[in-house]
């Protein structure tokens, strides 16, 4: 089980001191967090990608190799690959570079974003996105695979004996996620390449979440890839912790009212009710991210969000230690009755290997 954070990189008002954070600040403590959440010893630090205001994450792979040089062991991905805008000769280039860098510690969560301007901004028609999605992650599945590509579709230029440059690392792609909030067609796309599935979680309730995830295990086991309990799931979910759980909602409540996403909407009170965002006390965080196997069963990757909607840095540093508090816990919880057949997550060295593993097994 792997347990990490993920940044979409807004820079919001902090609505308890009406400061706004300058990109330079907001770029830094994305560093600042990603360099944490090593310390703190979780397993992978995620970014987003957007291309447009009030957002600093118009260039995860900066970002991801900047990190990388930092950071040592923890894995580094993207909480949104804009696989319909970005070309994928560039994505696959772009990340097979990055694998060499941080000695395969790199992975992607392939997306479609939910910006509409973002595809004219990139010669793109939004109502091809699903379309884009799946061409174009053909594509880079073929420029990973293969050397000398003969292509053509419909939304590019066509390639001819093409190869992409570096290589992948050990001949072993980036494992990828592909990530939805509300798409079917995602879920069908990842379980068709056998690929994993994230579900975004953070503003459906659960039986959103485990009917998304149901989708996706069966159609995982329809192609051939194994049972229904061998499909490669993550979860996003939030939360903001204190040692008290009414400190937790008294400080936390301005930043929820006023976010972007959902803040002048529902309640506090009833948004905790009906999502995984859990504001409370660290044994609160604790149980409630737990129960996520009640409806998910068991699952390989759990990403929360927690550096958004105006929290100053220092804030989230501290979030973070509480996170670190109750890791062990968590650890502990999601290992205590896992099915056997149940995979581990993916990592650079288990892909590498799991040819060898196949041969043996022959």
Known sequence: MQIGIFSVGDVTPDPTTGRTPTEHERIKATVAIARKAEEIGLDVFATGEHHNP???SSNPT???????????????STATTLITTTDPVLIAEDYAKIQHLTDGRVD????RGNTGPVYPWFGK???Q???????????LRRLW???GVDWQGRFRTPLQGYTSTPRPLDGVPPFVWHGSI???EIAEQAAYYGDGFFHNHIFWPAAHTAQMVRLYRDRFAHYGHGTPEQAIVGLGGQFFMRRNSQDAVREFRPYFDNAPVYGHGPSLEDFTAQTPLTVGSPQQVLERTLSFREYAGDYQRQLFLIDHAGLPLQTVLEQLDLLGEILPDLRRGFAEGRGA??????THASLVAAPAREELAR
Do not use: H, K, Q, W
């Open 62 to 76: 900066a970002t991801l190799a900047y990190v990388g040089a930092l950071t040592e062991r923890i894995i580094l």
């Open 54 to 56: 009030p957002f600093i």
């Open 125 to 127: 028609d939004i109502r």
């Open 129 to 139: 996105g699903i379309n884009l999605a799946i061409e174009n992650y053909a594509l």
């Open 341 to 346: 057949d149940v995979p581990d997550a993916p």
């Open 108 to 111: 992607l969560m392939m997306g």
């Open 182 to 184: 509300r798409s079917p």
């Open 145 to 147: 695979r293969e050397e």
